[in-house]
């Protein structure tokens, strides 16, 4: 290991402390709270459906009229704004369409089970009323600077559209924002770059988060504009590359577009206890599918309203519409192909290979447990209370205990020391089941690593069904590929999101500031711990809805008058 990579280790190690805990205990009430119903949830999706209906389906009888929007045909270059219609969508696609879309839906599955994409897709079709709201209510109290730019918003629209006396709300948005641009906009996003690349290529984290910067940072210090010309392009490429993919799967197996549909209706409402899966819990899989679904196409979370607030037009309706196909594109379809090329190749059951830290993995004590003997393993760890016991590890073999990983058993278990070579001591199991190293043993926990076939999640997860599914053609690679483009995009997208909102906050002098402490971010989460990157922006994420949820109830009787009195007049298109 050279000087640089023990750096990059110490620093994700003390980030890691200090972040980790505090991540956890914020996440059991954004997104747990209360355990029966929770809040977020319900929120959601009641406000999607109350707007769907307030509406009256705006996303459904607006659909055709949006595409033509988006094709160009009502572009007026006379009118104020930075980017056309296009680009707008485009610049907020190139947020939304990313990592979500390949390791998220993964994820869903994994810890949800595949019923997690039926509750995606509820989310998105109500996302494209919310998107709706959000964006329209962003065209119309949007601010327009002295030289042409403008900037606009859920802070904009809080403040405006409220009142004064709301602006504490407003600042709460924005400030969440700022966060969550950290997060699940940057961090998650190089976070998994630097996982496929170290997956596919065996690159070191730290050479992709150097490079990974330094692309993200060249981009984002030219502004709005450089950002939607570049994502005028990565937007369409990305697509076409990885859905492309996709549709070639879906072909060879269209014989099985109905089972696995099946499957997923089925196992949205009476989940069974799959491998990794959702244990059965209904609550689990509706909750999976949701949270990932809103990290997936950002719809009611009031990230995308900064960037469709940019668009050059005077409708504001007709800048709502454009947006409500953003969860359309990003989660009916691409997250619905991601879900089917898992599914259809059986690579959320498989267990490879796999490497990591012992701080990981839960361990449990038994002779050689099996996926079968967890609940019951479960059940003892809960009677025995502070501590499981311990138990030996003989040339890297573990005698009479086990490790857990995503709710499965690391099957074919071997613990190796610095060197790589097998290591022999003694483990304690705590309740918790994290292990401590009884004695010296040899050598410090943190120090080991533990080898053995575990369950894939995240990119690594897609990767293998597209192998799977296209044997011999180099489908992971395509994964690969998709995963640097979206990473790269939805950092670029991401950073105007945060200056914004910087901007709002405390003035366009500390956007530069704040641009650099971005791509500061954007390094650091490629060489921290998934877990730990992945928590932070979820809690970032929720933190950010509640606000602007709130907003859009509050002003959908203002969006109801816009959408009457524009769709009461007929509309010619430019050119």
């Known amino acids: 290991m050279s000087w640089i990579e023990k750096i990059s280790q110490t620093v994700s190690e003390a980030v890691t402390g200090f972040l980790g805990p505090i991540a956890n205990f914020l996440e059991g009430y954004v997104w747990d709270w209360p355990p029966q119903a929770p809040l977020l949830a319900i929120v959601l999706l009641g406000t999607g459906l109350f707007v769907t209906l307030r509406l009256g389906f705006v996303q459904v009888r607006g659909f055709r009229h949006a595409v033509a929007i988006a094709s160009g045909r009502y572009d007026d270059p006379e009118d104020e704004g930075d980017l056309k219609h296009y680009q707008a969508l485009t610049t907020a696609l190139s947020a939304t369409v990313g990592i979500g879309n390949i390791a998220g839906v993964a994820i869903a599955i994994r810890l949800g089970g ?133 549709l070639v ?139 499981l016991g311990t138990f030996d590890v003989l040339d890297g073999r573990p005698q009479g205990g086990g490790f857990v990983t995503l709710n499965a058993v690391i099957e074919e278990p071997r613990i190796l020391d610095t060197d790589g070579r097998p290591w022999s001591g003694s483990l304690s199991v705590a309740s918790d089941g994290s292990l401590a190293v009884v004695g010296s043993g040899g050598a410090a926990l943190d120090s080991l690593a533990l080898e053995g076939k575990a369950l894939l999640t995240g990119a690594p997860m897609t990767a293998h069904g597209f192998s799977k599914a296209l044997p011999g053609t180099g489908g992971d690679l395509i994964v690969t590929l998709a995963v640097l483009l979206f990473a790269i995009s939805t950092a670029i997208s991401w950073s105007y999101y945060g200056d914004r909102a910087t901007e709002y906050l405390v003035g366009p002098r500390w956007v530069p500031v704040y641009r650099w402490v971005y791509v500061g971010f954007f390094f650091l989460g490629a060489i921290l711990p998934l877990s730990a990157v992945w928590t932070f922006g979820d809690v970032a994420l929720g933190l950010m809805s509640f606000p602007n949820l709130l907003a859009l109830i509050m002003l959908s009787g203002a969006t109801a008058a816009m959408s009457r009195e524009y769709f009461s007049r007929e509309h010619k298109p430019f050119k």
């Open 114 to 246: 595949p019923g997690a994409l039926f509750w995606m897709w509820v989310t998105a079709f109500f996302g494209m009323a919310l998107k709706y709201v959000e964006c329209t209510l962003a065209l119309r109290y949007r601010s327009v600077h002295e030289d042409g730019s403008v900037s606009g918003g859920p802070m904009y629209y809080i403040e405006l559209g409220l009142g004064k006396s709301w602006k504490w709300m407003a600042v709460a948005f924005a400030s969440f924002a700022v966060i969550c641009s950290f997060g699940s906009g940057n961090m998650n996003q190089s976070n998994t770059m630097a996982d496929a690349m170290h997956a596919h290529f065996g690159i070191h984290p730290i050479w992709t988060a150097l490079v990974g910067a330094i692309l993200v940072g060249m981009v984002i210090i030219g502004g709005i504009r450089r950002i939607g010309k570049v994502t005028a392009v990565l937007a369409p490429s990305m697509a076409l590359l990885y859905v492309g993919g996709a």
């Open 249 to 387: 799967v879906m072909a060879m197996n269209i014989s099985q577009l109905p089972q696995i549909f099946g499957l997923i209706i089925s196992q949205a409402f009476a989940p069974t206890s799959l491998v990794g899966g959702a244990a059965g819990s209904f609550l689990m899989t509706l909750m999976w599918g949701v949270r990932r679904g809103l990290f997936s196409n950002e719809a009611g979370q009031g990230s995308a309203p900064i960037a469709h607030a940019t668009a050059k037009t005077t409708e504001p309706v007709r800048e709502g519409l454009v947006a409500s196909l953003g969860p359309f594109i990003d989660t009916l379809v691409i997250c619905s192909m991601t879900g089917f090329v898992i599914l259809v190749s059986g690579a959320y059951k498989d267990k490879l290979d796999q490497r990591m830290g012992l701080g990981e993995v839960t361990a449990v004590v038994g002779q050689a447990p099996t996926d079968a003997d967890l609940g019951r393993l479960w059940s003892e760890r809960e009677a025995q209370g502070e501590g």
